[in-house]
Every structure is written in C-alpha cells, then in structure tokens.
C-alpha cells in the first residue's frame, strides 16, 4: 500500500469512478470510452479503466474487473470502501454527448440511484426488465414511464451505480448476469431515459 505522499493523498473512495468493460477480444467503442473519461474528468474525479475478458466468459470478467479495481483501489492507491461506476458493454455506442453524462452522474449520486438505460437485444426486444419473470418492456410500456422510473431490472450494456465488492457475476438457468446482478444485490434500477444508445451488432444507431 502506498504510504507517502502522493497523488493519490487524502483521496476517499468517492474520487474514483471505475468503468469495467467486458469484450472477448479486446476491443471497445473508443467515442463512448472518451465521452465516459470526459464526463467523469469534468465531474472532478478520477476515471480508472478495466476493459478484457481474454478466454473468460462474461460473468467471470466481471468477476475478474472488479476484483482487479478493489486491488488496485485498495492496494496500490491505499483508498478503502465501495465505489460507484459503470459497467460497459464493449459494443454499446452512446450518443449523448458528455455533459448528459456528467448530468446523469450528479443526479444518481445526489439520490443515490443505480442507473440503467435502454437498448435493443439481438431480436430488437428492449432491455429493461418489467417483472420478476423477466418479462421485457414492450415500446409503448416504455415509452410510459416516467423519466428515473424505478424498473425491475435491466441489461448491464450501460450501468451506472453501486458496484458492490467481492461479488460473483453468474448466470443461472433461470436468468443471465445481468438480472441475477440486480436480483443477487438487492438492487432497484432506475432508468435514465435520455441516454440513447444505440447496439453494434444490430447496426442501429
């Protein structure tokens, strides 16, 4: 652990903003990835970045990003205590500019919400869970609510929020690690609205 002076002095868990980025073959969207270190930049705080997964699949990536980020957090910068941040899809394209970012930000951490926000699975379904079934919100569903509308659960293509240390991701049979993330942490997302984005691998933008 670092025990002089540093950069890192007198800083609280609450200066850092990790953002972990599963992708198998190391790759992710460079524009989001600037907007994300902008927006964080410009909130006053330090972005630490975590993007691979190597022959891992998804849920031991998680697993491994954020056990790396309290290692470094703890061990190498010398800060203790749980940390807000985001999570990533590495093909998630976000098409807001920063400042909604930074905006988003300080209203999650003023209320301390967990963020979600929409995008479309491989068969253009929505991404925000409605019921413990898992059932998917249809168009018009969605386009009820109302903005920070507290949903079930969500994909984890875009999050931001508690990032509870020492979890394990895991999918079950009866659900993926997204919404057994939400179900395993006790945790009610709510939905930004105005973050738009769009999902590589269907080309929508």
């Known amino acids: 652990m670092i025990n002089e002076k540093t950069p890192w002095t007198n800083k609280k868990v609450t200066d850092f903003v990790p953002y972990l980025i599963p992708t198998p073959d190391y790759k992710a969207v460079a524009e989001t990835i600037s907007k994300i270190n902008i927006a964080i930049l410009y909130s006053g705080k330090v972005p630490l970045s975590f993007i691979g997964a190597g022959n891992m699949m998804i849920p031991e990536a998680r697993t491994d990003m954020l056990k790396q980020f309290y290692d470094k ?82 994909g984890l293509g875009f999050y931001y929020g508690r990032l509870p240390k020492g979890y ?17 942490n006790d945790l009610r997302p709510h939905l930004c609205k105005k973050i738009r984005l769009g999902h590589l691998k269907l080309f929508m933008f």
């Not at 209203?107 to 059932?135: C, E, G, P, R, W």
Request: aromatic fraction near 12%; charge should be negative; avoid cysteine.
């Open 168 to 184: 394990v991701y895991r999918s079950s049979k009866d659900a993926s690690e997204d919404i057994n993330f939400f179900r395993d």
């Open 73 to 154: 957090l703890e061990n190498q910068i010398g800060v203790q205590g749980e940390a807000r941040g985001f999570m990533l899809d590495s093909d998630i394209f976000l098409h807001n500019e920063a400042q909604d970012i930074i905006e988003m930000m300080n209203y999650a951490d003023a209320h301390n919400y967990n963020v979600v926000a929409n995008y479309h699975a491989s068969d253009f379904t929505n991404l925000i869970f409605k019921d413990s079934n898992h059932k998917r919100i249809s168009n018009p569903e969605l386009e009820a609510l109302d903005e920070w509308a507290e949903v079930e659960s969500a």
